[in-house]
């Protein structure tokens, strides 16, 4: 990979993963966590684990369904 895009990919999953640790608003930590797996997912599909980032990027906004669900009961 050219290191201007691993650089990149690198500092948005850096900014994902401190910006969810920081944040207390559910719904913010969840747009964190989908910025952290955006900058995940390019370095395993470097990798050449096309059916891992396959799985990872069906799962991610799946999964962000249902936790918007569980948050939007619980607020209820």
Partial sequence: MILALEIAFGLIALA???SAALLKDPYAKLIA???LVSGA????VDRGYLDVA???SLIAPISTIFVLMAVRRAET
């Fill in 33 to 35: 966590l989908g910025i």
């Fill in 16 to 18: 994902g993963a401190l």
């Fill in 41 to 44: 997912l390019p370095f395993i």
């Fill in 54 to 56: 396959i799985v990872a």
